[in-house]
C-alpha cells in the first residue's frame, strides 16, 4: 500500500513538471518582431498637463531570448519614436 501511494505521488509530481515545462516552452515562442511593436504603438493627442507612460515588458523568447540584439533595437527605435516622458521596464533581460 506505501509503494502504490509514493508511486501515485511520484507521477503527479513528474506530470507536474513536464506541464510546467510545456507551458513555458508555449509562451517563450518568439513572434514576429516588427508587425507585434506596430500593431500596440501609437499617440494619444497631446493633452495640457499630460504626460505619456510607457510599460514594455522585454522577456521574450526564454529560456534562449532568440534574436536578442534585433528586438532590443526595435525597442529603442520604438521609445524614441514615442518618446515617452516615463518608460518602465518589465522582466529585462540581463545580458545582450
Known sequence: MKNSKTIVIIFIVGFTIILIGI???????????????????????????????????????????ERLSERLDLLVDQINQISPDVVTLQEVPWTR
Open 23 to 65: 507551458w513555458i516552452l508555449n509562451v517563450s515562442q518568439v513572434g514576429p518582431l516588427e508587425s507585434e511593436f506596430n500593431s500596440y504603438t501609437r499617440s494619444p493627442p497631446e493633452a495640457e498637463n499630460s504626460f505619456q507612460l510607457m510599460n514594455l515588458n522585454m522577456l521574450h523568447g526564454f529560456p534562449g531570448f
